[in-house]
RNA sequence: GACUCCAUAGCUCAGCUGGAUAGAGCAGCCGCCUUCUAAGCGGCAGGUCGGAGGUUCGAAUCCUCCUGGAGUCGCCA
C-alpha cells in the first residue's frame, strides 16, 4: 500500500491527512531513512502553514529535498525547501525560511534549526535519532537498507548477451558484473528482477561457427585440416566440440551436403558455446533466470514472433516501402540502392529508418531485436534494462525507438553502456590479439585474481567510463587496493568481536539493549551518520541504475571505520574494548556490528564476500 | 560528415539527477607502532571543473557553440 500515494488522493480531508501522516511516520521510523522520514514531516508542515494561511495551500512539497550536508558543520539535515517553493509561495526564500523555521524546529528529534546561505534550513538531531540507526541496522540485520521503492514492479535486465561462438573476454566480464550487480541492487531496492540472456543463435555468424566446427570434426576424424582459413573461428575451444560430433555421428556426417549438416553441427556448437559460456559466468557467481533465443522468435516456436511484430506494425502504419540515403563516412562497397520494407524510427527519436527485411526476404537482426524486446514487454516487463558493450552505443536511439512503437508507448526501456576495460599488469599494457584466437579470457583473469577482485574492481567505476585494470594492482593487499580495503574493514570488524570476547561475552541480545547514549564522540557519531545514509543511497543508485555508488559507499565507511579504529591509539579511552566498562565496551561492539552488518550488505548487493579474516 | 559518450588536483577517479567554501585515493612533504591487526591512521600542499556564452535565487551538473579524445555508422551481430 502506497501511503504517499494516498495523501495525494485526499487534499481536502485534514483528519484523514493528519492520520496518515503519522502512520507514514511510524513505518518510516521503522525503515530508519532519516532523510525520507524528514522529507515527509517537513512536507507535513508545510502543509499545515497551508492549511493555516500562511502559505498558498497549493504548494509541491514534493519538490523538497532533504540531504545531508555537505560540510558536517552545517548540521545533520539540509532542506532546500525555502528555495523550491519560495516562488510559488509568493515570497523571498528567507521570508518563507523564517515562517517555517518555528515549526521545523518543534519537530520531534531535532534540536536546533538554523537558516544558512540563499535560504537552505539546516536541522540538528539529537543523537539518538543516530543511535535509533544503529538500532535497526541490528534488528534488521542484512534487511536494513532495503527498499519497498520498487514496489514489486517487474524489472527486465538483460545483460552479457555475448554471441556464443567462443568464451567470453574481459569486455564482456564488466557487462556481466555491472548487469548482475545492477540487478541484485534492484532487487533490493524492492523490484521484481529477472536476469535474461538473449543468445544471438540466428545469423551469419553461428553459421561460422557451424562450418568452423565441423573442420574440427573432421580434424577429430583424422583428416589434415591445415591452418584454419580466413573467415572461420580459429580458437582451439572447437576441437572438443569436434571430438564430441566424431564421437556421436562417427563418419556419417560427412557424406551429407552443407544444407543438411549445418544446422546440426551448428546447434551442437551454440550448445557447447554457451556451457562453456555458462561456466564463465558460474566463476563470476552469476547465474541468468532466462536464457533466451533468438532463433526461437521465428523458428520451433508456436508462431513467427517477428512475423507477427511485422504484421502489427504494419497496420499501424508504421512501415513503408521505401529507400535510405547511403550511410555517410566509410564508402561501403556493397552498397545497394534499392526499395525495401523500412521501420518508421524516425517517428520515435532515431535518426533514420531502419531495414526490417535483407535483400534475400530473410528478417534483419533490427527485425529480431524488436520482437525480442515486445516479446519481454508482451511477458509482463514494462521496465527493461539493456546492458551493451560501448561498441553498440550507436544503436541505442533505434532500440529505445522501436520499443516505445512496439509497445504503443507504455515500455520503457534503459541501455546501459559499458566502456571499455583495458587490461594492465603492474602498469603495462597486455596486448589482446584477437586475430590469433589467442586473446586473454574473462576465465583466465578470474582464475588468476578471483571473482572478488574483479567484481569490486569493475564496479568500482562509472559504467560509461573507461576502466584501467590492474591485473597486479588488485591484489595487492594494501589500502591502495580498495577491494583489500574494503574487506579489511569488515574482517577487522569481525576481529574485534572475537577479541572483546575475551572481557566481555555479548550475546546478540545484549547488543540490542546497548547503551548507545553513550556513544558520543564525534568519530562515532560520523560513522553512525553514515550508516544512516545507507538506505537512502541505496534507493538513489537504484534509481539511477548506478551500482557503483555502492561500491564507493562501502569504501567511504570502510574509511570511517579505520579512522575511528585508529581513534583508539591516541586517546584509550576510545577503544572499543574497555576492561572495566561492560556497558560501554558493549555500546562499541554494537556499533562495530552494525558498521559490519552494513558492509557486508553493500558487498552483497556487489556480489563481493565479506570475510572475517583476511589470510 | 552525422550521432553518442568522455574532458574535474601532477596521476587515477567521485561528486548523491540544480545547492552552501568542488571531494577521495595515489604520487610529494611532515607525523603516529611497549596498547583491540601499522594490511592501518592523522596532517600539509595541490583547482580558471577543457573554453565561451545562455537559462535562475544558485551551474562541475541543464541548453547552444567551439576545442580536444574515444566509439559508432551497413541488409553485420
Redesign the pocket.
Known amino acids: 500500500m502506497n501511503i504517499a500515494a494516498c495523501l495525494t488522493l485526499l487534499p481536502n480531508c485534514v483528519s484523514a491527512r493528519e492520520s496518515l501522516h503519522s502512520k507514514l511516520d511510524q513505518i518510516l521510523i521503522k525503515i530508519m531513512n532519516l532523510f525520507e522520514l524528514f522529507q515527509h514531516r517537513i512536507a507535513a508542515c508545510v502543509e499545515a502553514l497551508g492549511q493555516e494561511g500562511v502559505f498558498p495551500s497549493s504548494l509541491d512539497a514534493s519538490r523538497i ?1 532533504v ?5 558536517p ?3 545533520d539535515l ?1 532542506t ?1 525547501a525555502a ?2 517553493l519560495s ?1 510559488d509561495a509568493g515570497m523571498p ?1 528567507r521570508s518563507f525560511a523564517e515562517k517555517l523555521l518555528p515549526k521545523l524546529a518543534a519537530l520531534e528529534g531535532v534540536t536546533s534549526a538554523e537558516i ?5 534550513i ?1 536541522l540538528r538531531l539529537h543523537a539518538s535519532l543516530f543511535h535509533s540507526v544503529v538500532n535497526a541496522v541490528l534488528a534488521q540485520r542484512e534487511i536494513f537498507g532495503m527498499s519497498t521503492k520498487g514496489k514489486g514492479q517487474k524489472v527486465n535486465v538483460e545483460f552479457v548477451s555475448a ?1 556464443p561462438t567462443g568464451p567470453m573476454h574481459v569486455g564482456h566480464g564488466r557487462g556481466a558484473v555491472f548487469g548482475d550487480a545492477l540487478a541484485s541492487l534492484l532487487s533490493f531496492a524492492g523490484y521484481d528482477v529477472t536476469r535474461e540472456y538473449y543468445i ?1 543463435d ?5 553459421d561460422i561457427l557451424g562450418r568452423s566446427a565441423f573442420l574440427r570434426y573432421r580434424e577429430a576424424l583424422g583428416e589434415d585440416i591445415g591452418a584454419i582459413p580466413e573467415g572461420l573461428y580459429p580458437g582451439d575451444y572447437l576441437i572438443p566440440v569436434g571430438e564430441a560430433l566424431a564421437k556421436t555421428h562417427g563418419s556419417s556426417l560427412l557424406m551429407k551436403s552443407e544444407a543438411e549438416w549445418l544446422p546440426l553441427v551448428r546447434q551442437a556448437a551454440i550448445n557447447a558455446m554457451m556451457d562453456l559460456i555458462r561456466d564463465d559466468l558460474l566463476a563470476l557467481a552469476i547465474k541468468h533466470d532466462v536464457f533466451f533465443s ?1 532463433r526461437s522468435l521465428s523458428v520451433g516456436g508456436e508462431r513467427d514472433e517477428i512475423a507477427a511484430l511485422l504484421d502489427e506494425l504494419k497496420k499501424r502504419d508504421l512501415i513503408y516501402q521505401g529507400r ?1 540515403p547511403p ?4 564508402p ?1 562497397e ?3 540502392d ?1 526499395e ?1 520494407a523500412l521501420f518508421r524510427a524516425t517517428q520515435f527519436g532515431d ?2 529508418d ?2 526490417l ?4 526476404g530473410s528478417y ?3 527485425a529480431a ?1 524488436i520482437a525480442y524486446h515486445r516479446s519481454k514487454y508482451l511477458r509482463g516487463f514494462a521496465t527493461m534494462i539493456d546492458v551493451w558493450g ?8 533505434r532500440m529505445t525507438a522501436a520499443v516505445k512503437a512496439a509497445t504503443d508507448g507504455l515500455g520503457d526501456l534503459d541501455v546501459k ?1 559499458c ?2 576495460v583495458r587490461l594492465l599488469r603492474n602498469g603495462e599494457q597486455v596486448r589482446m590479439s584477437k586475430r590469433s584466437g589467442d586473446f586473454i579470457t574473462l576465465r583466465e583473469v578470474v582464475d588468476e585474481v578471483g571473482l572478488d577482485a574483479v567484481r569490486f574492481m569493475m564496479l568500482y ?2 559504467n ?5 585494470f590492474d591485473l597486479g594492482k588488485v591484489i595487492e ?4 587496493n580498495p577491494v ?2 574494503v574487506q ?1 574493514a569488515h ?2 570488524c569481525a ?2 568481536a572475537r ?1 572483546a570476547l575475551t572481557v566481555v561475552n555479548a550475546s546478540d541480545d545484549d547488543l540490542k539493549k546497548a547503551a548507545l547514549k553513550r556513544l558520543t564522540d564525534e568519530a562515532e557519531l560520523g560513522v553512525m551518520r553514515r550508516l544512516a ?1 545507507y538506505p ?2 541505496v534507493e ?1 543508485a537504484a ?4 551500482p ?2 555502492i561500491a ?1 559507499y562501502v ?2 565507511l570502510a ?1 570511517d571505520f ?9 586517546h ?1 579511552d ?4 574497555i576492561e572495566n566498562d561492560r556497558e560501554m565496551t558493549i555500546a562499541r561492539l554494537a556499533l562495530v556490528d552494525s558498521v559490519r552488518t552494513v558492509l557486508a550488505s553493500g558487498l552483497s548487493v556487489l556480489g563481493v564476500s565479506a570475510p572475517n ?3
Open positions: 529535498t540531504e545531508p550536508p555537505r560540510d558543520s552545517h548540521g539540509a532546500n528555495m523550491v516562488k526564500p544558512a546561505g540563499p535560504g537552505f539546516n554471441n544471438n540466428a545469423g551469419a555468424q553461428v533468438e535510405l550511410p555517410k563516412g566509410a561501403i556493397d552498397w545497394e534499392r525495401q535518426d533514420v531502419r531495414p527485411l535483407k535483400s534475400d534483419t537482426y533490427f531485436d560501448a561498441d553498440h552505443g550507436g544503436y541505442i536511439k553502456i566502456q571499455l567505476r562509472k560509461d567510463a573507461t576502466l584501467d593487499q594494501s589500502k591502495d583489500f580495503y579489511y574482517a577487522r576481529s574485534v577479541q545514509q537512502r543511497l538513489s534509481l539511477a541504475h548506478e557503483h555508488r564507493f569504501h567511504e574509511s579505520h579512522s575511528l579504529w585508529n581513534r583508539g591509539k591516541d584509550p576510545l577503544r572499543f574494548v579474516e583476511m589470510r
